[in-house]
């Protein structure tokens, strides 16, 4: 199996800062969570880690990233962009925060592929904003994987939240090990936005088995 390498990832000529109006609305001070994704397509598993994130760390905002295209994932499985935005915007009206919830196709727009490249630019957008990188165990699993990993850990503090069946595979993966010294107890959660990174918590709550992955087959099982 092949890993991208996990030294620095190369800073990509992307837009300047503020060269394109994100529609974000997003002020400094704030505490803005950033939870990327395909959302093929999103569902309540996916409106229960962004709630649980918003409700634990203490959040202002929690900003859905809907990728254009995950560089890991096969793109004939991917439905168009606008039924994911359409689907997460579904998704998101289910959390009880739901207004602070933001469906973005900001990384379309900017023309970002990899996730390191978005986050070093909302960052350069947005200064005095407190970001927090939010996801599922089930990504933390294979999170050594993605392009500029480490850089990300460095970047900003991540907060993840369990999903069932990766917990053990999780709390075991390259990414939690490589970085155990940085790891904040689940208690001291709502400092996390504060914290310099890399900093990094461990989020559990009762367990949503939603997944896009069963939703797509039994869409299409339905179609048959």
Partial sequence: MSFFHAGPAPRAFG??????????????GMAVG??????????DGH???????????????????????NPLKD???????????????????LAASG??????DVETRMGTRWTIDTLRTLVARHPGVRFVWLMGSDNLASFHRWRGWTDIMRLMPVAVVARPGSLLDSRTAPAAARFAGARVSADKAKLLPDLEAPAWTYLT?????????????TTRKGAT
């Fill in 15 to 28: 837009p300047r800062p503020g060269a394109l109006r994100d529609g974000l609305g997003l002020a400094p």
């Fill in 99 to 104: 207004p602070a919830m933001i469906i973005s």
């Fill in 75 to 93: 793109a004939r499985e991917s439905a168009p962009l606008a039924e994911r935005m359409a689907s997460a915007k579904q998704a998101a009206r």
């Fill in 205 to 217: 709550a009762p367990l949503n088995p939603r997944s896009s992955t069963a939703l797509r087959q």
């Fill in 34 to 43: 950033l939870f990327g994704g395909s959302f093929n397509p999103a569902h």
């Fill in 47 to 69: 409106a229960h880690v962004a709630e649980t994130a918003m409700r634990r760390l203490g959040l202002d905002r929690v900003v859905w990233l809907v990728s254009p295209q």
